[in-house]
Each structure stands twice: as structure tokens, then as C-alpha cells.
Nanobody, 123 residues
């Protein structure tokens, strides 16, 4: 599966953005999907993951209650709605896919990656 993320941009603190990740391939609905982010000088960090059915979802503690991950299998698209953004959310955001809903927190477990979209939150 090939992934392409978009929707990043510059937003003021407490603002909102919605990231999208379009996927190619007929088997999109079989994959567990995740969002990761990487700030300058830091390691790639798990943000959220969603199972193929949407029945299992996990979030990084610091984004719980502010971010919502969702997917539309009919449109082969993954979303990340980000509300109440903070300057510390500034990073390049990546979407990723893996086969099973296990070890979803670990970037090394994902076999497919999008190119990343930049989110900058100003204070």
C-alpha cells in the first residue's frame, strides 16, 4: 500500500487542523493505520493508531481528548483531527500502515509510510 499525507500547515495555539492520508491499493481496509510525528532533533513518536474496523484505537497520552483518529475504508483515507493544538505538537506528521493491531506504538513495526506533512503551531 502507498500512503500520502496532507493537511499540515501553520496554525496558532488552540487552533485546529485535520490531516488526511490517502492510500492506494485494494487492501486498504485490511491494514492497521497509525499516525506518528517527529519534531526537530527528536525521535519519531507514536501519536495514534486505528484497527481495520475502527474498533480498536490508541492514543499518545498527551493528545488524548484533543486528537481523534478515524478512517473511511470506502475512500481509502485515514484522518487525524487535531484540536486545541499546542506549540509542542509542532512536528512532521507521518501516516503508516501495518498488518496486525499489535505493537502499534512502535514505528519499527510499520512496513509502509507516507512522506510526512508539516504541522507548525505558533504560540
Amino acid at each position: 500500500v502507498q500512503l500520502q499525507a496532507c493537511g499540515g500547515g501553520l496554525v496558532q495555539a488552540r487552533g485546529s487542523l485535520r490531516l488526511s492520508c490517502a492510500a492506494s491499493g485494494r487492501t486498504f481496509n485490511r491494514y492497521t493505520l497509525g499516525w506518528f510525528r517527529q519534531a526537530p532533533g527528536k525521535e519519531r513518536e507514536f501519536v495514534a493508531a486505528i484497527s481495520w474496523s475502527g474498533g480498536s484505537i490508541d492514543y499518545l497520552d498527551s493528545v488524548k481528548g484533543r486528537f481523534t483518529i478515524s478512517r473511511d475504508n470506502a475512500k481509502n483515507t485515514l484522518y487525524l483531527q487535531m484540536n486545541s493544538l499546542k506549540p509542542e505538537d509542532t512536528a512532521v506528521y507521518f501516516c503508516a500502515a501495518k498488518n496486525l493491531y499489535s505493537d502499534v506504538y512502535y514505528a519499527r513495526m510499520y512496513g509502509y509510510w507516507g512522506q510526512g506533512t508539516v504541522v507548525t503551531v505558533s504560540s
